[in-house]
């Protein structure tokens, strides 16, 4: 089941650079083992921004709210989420399901 | 270089039914020709509305634009463009790009 | 799985009092269907507006997709879906999963 | 009597990690013991957000306006209030007044 | 209990001025009606447009919404609908219930 | 000559439970001498919501933005200036001009 | 006392060329009758817009409304009414009453 | 060339009240030796709020920018340019230009 | 003096192809002959929607309202114009007037 | 390829003068770096506001990404980006490539 998630990074100026540094670096990892897992299938950068478009696949909206909130930056960022299903002119490979561990 | 494209489709009352089953045939044969060739590289329904979320991959603005207004329901859509680049945070194989024909 | 359901309805000039009283039945007809069944757990009338908020639950978004695009209505609706988690404040039993035929 | 009433909740940059846990702590004591009496019918939680959906059953207009002010965490939140009535598809059951102690 | 009630009125090119005409009496007659009951209380004009504001006292949602959609022009309207309390700023006589027949 | 009045009160983080307590005492007070002399017409609170819908009644915008701007909590609001008229559907007791002292 | 109101104009399909213009005429005309009398005191066009800027002096709202939907184009506009104060930068003479006939 | 202008004024909480009022009395100041040039040609108070609408008249995009940048409470301002033109219902006087010094 | 004018075009239902593609030419031979001229100095295609972001080089707001108003798509355009200055890290060649003819 | 980039700076109150002026210094200086190189081919200000509209020519969204996250004021800046295509109706020598170095 896929969700595209759109992330916004609001930066407090009452963190300094080594906290916003280590929390980036915390995300970055947690961010890959959840890639790596087949859950976050893709980010996207928008270009210009600090913001970002994702795409998410997972068994349940309390999964997907999990995954979330666990997120290093969550507290810091304004997201939204859209609810996706597979699309009648897509190619059947297109949903082809990631291969969870 | 990717880009995401969201199309809303608004189906306008001055079409009956078989000038827009027509049309709609037309749009998912031309789709799935650019998904062939690897330029259209994702589309998701989004749940509830008649609009779409795409990733296109292409090598030009020009050429987005070219094939986006080659849409035969392109009269009938508002489209919305945003460009992208990788994220720093996204595994390098998430940014393999196609081999188009 | 919980999503609300809001669904704002235009009725088109095109339609006169007949088909559009005939939509209607039938839109209630298969909205009490799904109601039975227990996907189609809450609607509420907006005061004041010809639009509803409505709670489904469904086992995945094509499900809810689905459910939607089935509404005689549909094609004559703005609707924004909005996926929903169980809350940490909430009393378990407000979550209890309906009996589904 | 129904409204649907969602709350976004802003944590102020002022309050430390204690106090806001404090105050998150009485928030769902409080909550829970309107759930109990029945004039806090449902809560979801909205994926991806610090905000929440809720259903409240009252008497009056006052009574929900005292309700919602006396949340402890009201003074940092921005409430939405909509005023809803039984819809004409609506099964009996699901208007059933609720048993206020 | 009281609801302030913002109606914005489109007249539709498919209504001639006899049948406009003769909905705007019928507006007038049944909001007078309303009036002299006293659940229609107070009702302006916003200056430059075909708009008003209106209060409602009412004992119900579903009250204020069976009046609205009985309103002639109801199909024509856009209706926001404000639910209000008693301000403790304010004196208690601009509280007084109407006597209501 | 009526005017519809939309405030929202923002607390300001930089003054404290004395200071703000002491703010809304004199707005109050000086809400209530307009009220008593027939140029605050109505104030409702909007539920849920730190914010109040009112009416003033009074003989030039000069004369409504000295009002406005003198109340203590002037600072600290955002407000929103409707100019009303009388409406034709509106019964004549409803237009009764206060006695204003 | 002055108001500043901005107007957008819709031309509606249904009207021919020499309908529209005829209004268009008579538009004019009650404008020029009512800057000769001083209501009307300033009027710039929106560049690249059918729409204008427009500074009105009247006695009372009443007036306002009066003036405003006697406009020949009245039902074929969006109007913004703005009620204006004197400013403690403005020099004394830029609040001349203008002398009505 | 006219251009209608509208500054809407943020006080921030950085500056003390000695600070804020030296800065509105070099604003007058400023603004009225505009306004006895003859570029600055209106000025008006939006009734309740802590914002103008003025209209400048100048010979260039450029000296309107300079002009506005000079502000004192520029740093605190939002501003919307708005450009004008004469409009065909206007009277000729209505446009005289200043004679500027 | 330089203008950002974007333009949105809505190619209205009434006009056949052939009275629409008359139109586009003239549109086009119109804009041509005042780019040679040098008042329109840029024109790109925002891609993916059938709207422009074009510079007008101008000597008056009276002069671009006349330019823009005679642009045969005039009537089924929405039009944005944005005054715009030298900006003081633009490099001096990037601002050279044209020489108009 | 062109893109239209729209900059907001805000400047935050924790900077002081020094601070901004050398952070502008350097802005200045990257951006006219730009400028020499082709890629940064026009920039003008928004009359009255402390933005900006740009125009880059670039060879992939990538090389955009990178050159506007290397502005010095990038962090303090909201940036809105639009992808740009040749027009049907502009003169070829519109849109030349820059000779980049």
């Given at each position: 089941m896929?969700?595209?998630v759109q992330m916004y990074v609001n930066r407090?100026?009452?963190l300094d650079d080594q906290q916003w540094n280590e929390l980036r670096s915390r995300e970055m990892e947690y961010g890959q083992s959840l890639m790596?897992?087949?859950t976050f299938r893709h980010i996207w950068r928008v270009v210009g921004d600090v913001s970002n478009v994702s795409?998410?696949?997972v068994d349940s909206n309390e999964e997907l709210h999990e995954l979330l909130s666990n997120l290093p930056l969550f507290p810091y960022m304004d997201?939204?989420?859209?609810a996706l299903a597979n699309h009648p002119s897509g190619l059947?490979?297109?949903y082809d399901y990631a291969q969870r561990g």
């Open positions: 896929f969700f595209m407090p100026e009452s790596k897992k087949g795409i998410f696949e997201v939204k989420v859209t059947p490979e297109m």
